[in-house]
C-alpha cells in the first residue's frame, strides 16, 4: 500500500529554522508533482510549495524567500526547508504527491497524515 510518511516538525521559536521530509512508502511507477499544504483549525488547506518532477518550482506568497522545496527523485522524497519562521507560520503541514501507482500507472492524488509545526516563543 502506498503512503507518503511525513517527519521532520516540531516546536521552535521565532527566526528560527525546521526541515520537514515526505517519503513515498511501498511501490510506485513514478512521482509527478510533489508539494507541501498546511492548515490551521477552522480555516481551509493551504498551499505552501510545490514541486515538478522536472524541479519547476512554485511557491505561495507568504513563504516566499524564506521556504525552499526540494526533492530526491531517485528516493521519491520531497523536503521544505523552513527559514526566518514566523508564529503565522503555526499550522499542520501535509506532504501531497501525484503518484502514478501499479498496476495501472494511473495517477492518483496522495496526502501524508501531517506534522505540527508551532513557532512561538
Known amino acids: 500500500q502506498v503512503q507518503l510518511v511525513e517527519s521532520g516538525g516540531g516546536l521552535v521559536q521565532p527566526g528560527g529554522s525546521l526541515r520537514l521530509s515526505c517519503a513515498v512508502s511501498?511501490?510506485?511507477?513514478?512521482?509527478?508533482?510533489m508539494g507541501w499544504y498546511r492548515q490551521v483549525p477552522g480555516k481551509q488547506r493551504d498551499l505552501v510549495a510545490t514541486?515538478?518532477?522536472?524541479?519547476?518550482?512554485n511557491y505561495s506568497g507568504s513563504v516566499k524567500g524564506r521556504f525552499t522545496i526540494s526533492r530526491d527523485n531517485a528516493k521519491t522524497t520531497v523536503y521544505l526547508q523552513m527559514n526566518s519562521l514566523k508564529p503565522e507560520d503555526t499550522a499542520v503541514y501535509f506532504c501531497?504527491?501525484?503518484?502514478?501507482?501499479?498496476?495501472?500507472?494511473?495517477?492518483?492524488?496522495?496526502w501524508g497524515q501531517g506534522t505540527q509545526v508551532t513557532v512561538a516563543s
Open positions: 501531497n504527491a501525484d503518484l502514478r501507482t501499479p498496476p495501472f500507472g494511473y495517477s492518483e492524488d496522495y
Open positions: 514541486i515538478t518532477r522536472s524541479g519547476v518550482t
Open positions: 511501498g511501490s510506485i511507477f513514478s512521482a509527478n508533482t
